[in-house]
């Protein structure tokens, strides 16, 4: 097996700071603040020295890690920066020592507030993480899970108000599809259903749907087009709390 040394570090709001009190170990992955970001350190075994496999294996691991974190402290987070280091291979011949050193590879993905959390509180995220991944990891189309969570975390980082609420609509989407509220069972209702049963505002403004404000924001030129992104303007906000409760709701009907 060849072993390499993860390193990285994500990214938050730019005016927001975070402080663990201590560091949080979670199924081999070291989590901790420097500098008012989390960052942490893993190491990853795969059957060859390929460092192109080593570094889509540490991408996955760190983004289902950066999604249990968005959903556990409610705010979104994406990978800043992750370096894949190949461990140094030592070999004894005889009374020489012959030591093996490879090149890291480093992966830029894209840097107030301090939220500084006890000892207590980083307990207590280390239990929900423990939890949450248990849950995800049991779930029939986990990645797709993982994606509505991404998507949320763009959202959430987004400063341009429109494309905020693209972002989200589009986790809004994905999490529709996975409890199987579609256009074939529901028509056109589909999102007025898993509105409705999710506690998400379905009509905004003078009672206009959320699926025609996107609709008009992405396909229809003109005034419509212009009304329509003020009132994603206005409501991107509110309608990121309310998916972000959906997505809670939701994986606390899975299964533990």
Same mark, same amino acid.
Request: glycine share 6%.
């Given at each position: 097996?060849?072993?390499? *040394?993860?390193?990285? #570090?994500?990214?938050?709001?730019?005016?927001?700071?975070?402080?663990? *009190?201590?560091?949080?170990?979670?199924?081999?992955?070291?989590?901790?603040? /420097?500098?008012?970001?989390?960052?942490?350190?893993?190491?990853?075994?795969?059957?060859?020295g390929d460092?192109?496999?080593?570094?889509?294996?540490?991408?996955?691991?760190?983004?289902?890690?950066?999604?249990?974190?968005?959903?556990?402290?409610?705010?979104?987070?994406?990978?800043?920066?992750?370096?894949?280091?190949?461990?140094?291979?030592?070999?004894?011949?005889?009374?020489?020592?012959?030591?093996?050193?490879?090149?890291?590879?480093?992966?830029?993905?894209?840097?107030?507030?301090?939220?500084?959390?006890?000892?207590?509180?980083?307990?207590?995220?280390?239990?929900?993480?423990?939890?949450?991944?248990?849950?995800?990891?049991?779930?029939?189309?986990s990645m797709?899970?993982?994606?509505?969570?991404?998507? #949320?975390?763009?959202?959430?980082?987004?400063?341009?108000?429109?494309?905020?609420?693209?972002?989200?609509?589009?986790?809004?989407?994905?999490?529709?599809?996975?409890?199987?509220?579609?256009?074939?069972?529901?028509?056109?209702? #589909?999102?007025?259903?898993?509105?409705?049963?999710?506690?998400?505002?379905?009509?905004?403004?003078?009672?206009?749907?959320?699926t025609d404000?996107?609709?008009?924001?992405?396909?229809?030129?003109?005034?419509?087009?212009?009304?329509?992104?003020?009132?994603?303007?206005?409501?991107?906000?509110?309608?990121? /709390?309310?998916?972000?409760?959906?997505?809670?709701?939701?994986?606390?009907?899975?299964?533990?």
């Amino acid at each position: 097996m060849h072993e390499f *040394d993860v390193t990285f #570090w994500l990214k938050g709001k730019p005016n927001i700071s975070y402080s663990f *009190d201590g560091v949080i170990e979670h199924e081999g992955v070291t989590i901790e603040t /420097r500098d008012g970001k989390i960052c942490g350190k893993m190491v990853i075994s795969i059957e060859s020295g390929d460092y192109n496999l080593a570094r889509e294996r540490a991408i996955k691991e760190v983004e289902k890690l950066t999604a249990m974190l968005t959903v556990i402290l409610g705010e979104g987070f994406t990978i800043e920066d992750i370096r894949v280091e190949r461990r140094s291979i030592i070999e004894s011949e005889g009374r020489v020592k012959k030591i093996t050193v490879f090149d890291t590879i480093g992966v830029k993905e894209e840097v107030h507030v301090t939220k500084t959390f006890s000892k207590e509180s980083s307990e207590d995220v280390k239990t929900k993480l423990k939890e949450l991944t248990d849950k995800i990891d049991k779930l029939d189309r986990s990645m797709d899970y993982l994606r509505a969570i991404k998507w #949320w975390a763009k959202g959430d980082l987004e400063e341009d108000k429109v494309d905020k609420f693209l972002d989200y609509f589009i986790s809004f989407e994905i999490l529709a599809s996975l409890k199987c509220y579609s256009r074939k069972k529901y028509g056109n209702e #589909w999102a007025r259903k898993f509105s409705e049963n999710y506690s998400i505002t379905y009509r905004l403004g003078e009672k206009k749907p959320i699926t025609d404000i996107r609709n008009k924001i992405m396909h229809v030129p003109g005034p419509e087009k212009d009304e329509a992104e003020e009132l994603a303007k206005q409501y991107a906000d509110s309608f990121g /709390r309310e998916l972000l409760g959906a997505i809670k709701k939701i994986l606390d009907e899975a299964p533990s």
